[in-house]
């Protein structure tokens, strides 16, 4: 490999997210604890740790910045966002996933979480951080009816 070849690399950070749903219509958003977006409301997510897979990470991101523990084979994934751009901090692609949970689930805020918090799917925030409307749009539309 020449060393114009190599020049075009980037780094790539792989993380995962959670549209965490209950069956009444209730959406899993957690408030962002540091930048980029503090403060912002945003899916449950994170990168994904070095031997690991997107799907466990995702149930392990799920419970440390919610506290809500679910099997991955809860899980379903509903697709990949890797758009250049879509974080500031650099290229990110993240495999999102979908779970439905008992409407009666407790939540705690935890890591990177400033709060925690259910909001009804067409009662929640305007803007959502990063690409995560794109991402629960998404998710809403593999729904069957």
Do not use: C, K
Request: hydrophobic share 40%; net charge negative.
């Amino acid at each position: 490999m020449t060393e114009a070849e190599t020049e075009t690399f980037e780094t790539i950070r792989y993380t995962a997210d959670v549209v965490a749903l209950t069956p009444t219509g209730e959406v899993l958003l957690i408030q962002r604890d540091w930048p980029p977006h503090e403060g912002a409301w945003a899916l449950p997510g994170g990168h994904v740790d070095p031997g690991e897979t997107s799907l466990a990470a995702a149930a392990r991101e799920l419970e440390e910045e919610t506290g809500v523990t679910i099997p991955t084979d809860n899980l379903r994934q509903i697709g990949v966002w890797d758009t250049p751009g879509r974080d500031p901090r650099g290229r990110y692609v993240t495999v999102a996933y979908l779970v439905i949970v008992p409407a009666d689930t407790t939540i705690t805020a935890g890591t990177d979480a400033r709060t925690a918090r259910w909001w009804p799917l067409y009662h929640r925030p305007e803007r959502l951080a990063f690409d995560h409307a794109a991402i629960l749009n998404a998710a809403l539309a593999s729904i069957p009816s």
